[in-house]
């Protein structure tokens, strides 16, 4: 009975080193997924920033900066840009886990003081 003690012990240990190998490759994708994100935010960013500089440069006397063309790239780009937020954060990036608990408490707490 013994030696089946110590083949369970070794699988519960061997199980462990798993999961804590698994959650550590999960970790690292998350963070690539992440790091890739700022990546995309700050070639937004810059890129933008430049194309609107020279748009801004390259006018001509009369003409205005506030047309479609001038503002068309980081529009579109901003779109695809928030929807890559999405994916890497998920559905929760505007209202987190808990988000409407916390207002509803901040509500009582504002509506408490108001009453006392």
Known sequence: ???YKNIDENYSNAQANFNKE???LRAKKKLDKIKGFY???ASYIVVNIFLIVMITINL??????WQ???FAT?????????FHAMGVFGPDLLFGKGWEERKIDEY???DKRHWE
């Open 68 to 70: 479609f063309g001038a």
């Open 1 to 3: 009975m013994e030696k």
């Open 22 to 24: 698994e959650a550590y």
């Open 108 to 110: 009582m707490d504002k």
């Open 60 to 65: 001509d006397y009369d003409e205005s900066i």
């Open 39 to 41: 990546w995309h935010l």
């Open 74 to 82: 980081p529009l579109f780009w901003g779109i695809g840009l928030a």
